[in-house]
C-alpha cells in the first residue's frame, strides 16, 4: 500500500507581494522617524552648547569680579562679526571674553587679548542646518552673575516653521536668560501645559 504523499504548499506571488509592501510601508516610517530623532538630537547639541557657554560665561563673571561677554559670532578669526539680533543663523559660534571680541578680530582663547573660550557650531551639530535666532547677539553677566536685560535663543532646524509638536517632528528649543537674576534654562516652546516644567516662560 502506497502512503500518501503530502503536497507541500509554499507562498504564493500575491502573499509574497503583500508582504513585501508591508516591509516597505514600515522601512518608510522607520525612516521617517529616525530622520526626525537626528534632528532633535543635533538640535539638542547645539542648545545644550549655547547653555554651556552661558553658564560658563556666569560663573567666569562671579569668579573675576568682573564683567564677562558671551557673543555669538560669525566665525572664529579675523572678519568676524556679530550675528543679526531676532535673525536665523546657521554660521554662529559663541565666544566667551572679557572685551568686544569684534572689535579684536574674534581672536583665540587664552590670548592676552580677553578671551576665555569659544566654540564652533560644528561640535557637536556636524555640519547640518541648525539655526540660531538671538534676541542679543551678545550679552554681559556682572560680577553679581546679573544681566541687563532678558535674552531667549532659539534654535531650529532652517527657522521655527520647521519644527512642531507632534512625536516625530523636528522639536525647536529655547534657551532663555531671565532678567535680572542671569538664570539660564532651556524649554521646549511647543509645550504649552503650564504644569510641564519643560513650557517656555
Known sequence: MLSAVKKQRGMTLVEQCIVL???GILLVLAVRSFSAWIQ??????AAESIVTGLQLARSEAIKRNANVRFS??????????YLNDNSDSSAWHWMLST?????HSCPNPGSDTGVIQAASREEGTGNSDIRIKATMASITFNGLARISS????????GGTAN????AESVRCLNV????PGGQIRLCDPAVTSSSDTRKCE
Not at 40 to 45: D, G, K, Q, V
Not at 150 to 157: K, L
Not at 163 to 166: H, I, S, T
Open 21 to 23: 509592501v508591508i516591509i
Open 40 to 45: 532633535n538630537l543635533r538640535i539638542r547639541a
Open 72 to 81: 555669538l559670532v560669525t566665525g572664529l578669526g579675523a572678519g568676524c562679526a
Open 99 to 103: 572685551i568686544d571680541p569684534v572689535a
Open 150 to 157: 532678558a535674552v531667549t535663543y532659539q534654535v531650529s532646524r
Open 163 to 166: 519644527c512642531g509638536a507632534e
Open 176 to 179: 532663555q536668560v531671565s532678567f
